[in-house]
């Protein structure tokens, strides 16, 4: 059972870094895809980036890229998400969710993953 929970959430400036970390208290990581997806208010849920099982594959939305690293620790149960050059329109809720699919290609689609954290939220100040 995967069980996930995001922590490391907060206020960054303009220009700024913050890590966002989702851990499987189930420990059955290993086997799911991962993605991560932010919520601003009055908008819908988008896809921001994805890891593969292995960690041998990423896929980042072309909002982030070049600006967010997603990796992730097996051995920890664990996926970071590394938000760099943070901007103002970054700031959302942001969820980790995990997909058990057998071939994971970084589906921006929700309904693809079938784990999903609380969320953390991230503020990024002009």
């Known amino acids: 059972q995967v069980r996930l929970v995001e922590s490391g959430g907060g206020l960054a400036q303009a220009g700024g870094s913050l890590r966002v970390s989702c851990v499987d208290s189930?420990?059955?990581?290993?086997?799911?895809?991962v993605g991560w997806f932010r919520q601003a208010p009055g908008k819908e849920r988008e896809f921001v980036a994805g890891?593969?099982?292995?960690?041998?594959?990423?896929y980042y939305s072309d909002s982030v890229k070049g600006r967010f690293n997603i990796s992730r620790d097996n051995a920890k149960s664990t996926v970071y998400l590394q938000m760099n050059s943070l901007k103002p329109e970054d700031t959302a809720v942001y969820y980790c969710?995990?997909?058990?699919?057998?071939?994971?290609?970084?589906?921006?689609?929700?309904?693809?993953?079938?784990?999903w954290g609380q969320g953390t939220q991230v503020t990024v100040s002009s």
């Open positions: 969710a995990a997909t058990a699919t057998a071939y994971y290609s970084g589906s921006g689609r929700p309904t693809d993953y079938t784990y």
């Open positions: 189930g420990r059955a990581f290993t086997y799911y895809g």
């Open positions: 890891i593969s099982r292995s960690g041998g594959r990423t």
